[in-house]
């Protein structure tokens, strides 16, 4: 299987397993925005969505795929990480990454930040209600804990913006969402952040070193 067959797979599987759509409002996904930026199907914020995470390692996505818990579901007028329970149809799902169509189709940013606190979450203790982040120290595995520790020793310093300085969680998803869409200017603003994202959690030979079966431990 090719590099590219392996991560519309990957892709494939995170569509059936973990991003939905909002009861009732497959309609109003469509017809609330001009139709030119996502389509006019119902499912095609789903399929955006799952088109935005190309530039992310096939690694990652089958190993997001295959956690039990941390979902994304599209609908409303913001995005936003959501820890803990979200009832959707007859299902209960834990940690929902709550996507925009809106901003599927005109602020990229604000979905990276989203997806941004679901894999700090899950990276960090596999979504455990009291488990710590990645972003706080947390991790997986060793090779996973010591890059939450450079994390913090980043935020340390002091390179983020004043909204992204709050907290260890929120200077995570301020990098995460710089990176995937303004890498360049990430790299003027905080360097050691950029560096380490392209050489871990953003790097598909990362995650091959630390779990060759793409499980992240």
């Not at 818990?69 to 940690?95: C, D, E, W």
């Not at 209600?129 to 706080?136: I, N, R, V």
């Not at 303004?182 to 990362?206: G, H, K, S």
Request: glycine residues 10%; contains cysteine.
């Amino acid at each position: 299987m090719t590099t590219a067959d392996a991560h519309a797979a990957a892709r494939r599987s995170l569509l059936r397993d973990k991003i939905h759509l909002e009861p009732g409002g497959r309609a109003a996904l469509s017809g609330s925005l001009d139709g030119t930026r996502l389509g006019r199907s119902a499912w095609a914020p789903a399929r955006a969505l799952a088109d935005l995470l190309k530039p992310l390692p096939a690694e990652m996505l089958r190993w997001w795929a295959l956690q039990p818990t941390g979902h994304a579901v599209i609908g409303g007028r913001s995005s936003y990480y959501q820890p803990g329970p979200f009832p959707l149809k007859r299902r209960t799902l834990m940690n929902v990454a709550h996507i925009s169509p809106l901003h599927l189709a005109r602020d990229r940013a604000a979905v990276w930040s989203a997806l941004a606190g679901l894999f700090d979450h899950l990276l960090g203790c596999r979504g455990d209600a009291e488990g710590l982040w990645l972003s706080e120290g947390g991790g997986l595995s060793p090779p996973w804990q010591d890059v939450g520790r450079r994390i913090q020793e980043s935020f340390q310093l002091g390179y983020a913006p004043e909204e992204a300085a709050r907290s260890p969680r929120a200077y995570f998803a301020w990098g995460f969402a710089m990176y995937c869409t303004r890498r360049r200017e990430l790299n003027v603003i905080d360097p050691l952040l950029e560096r380490l994202f392209r050489t871990t959690i953003l790097d598909a030979r990362f995650w091959r070193r630390v779990s060759p079966r793409g499980g992240g431990e």
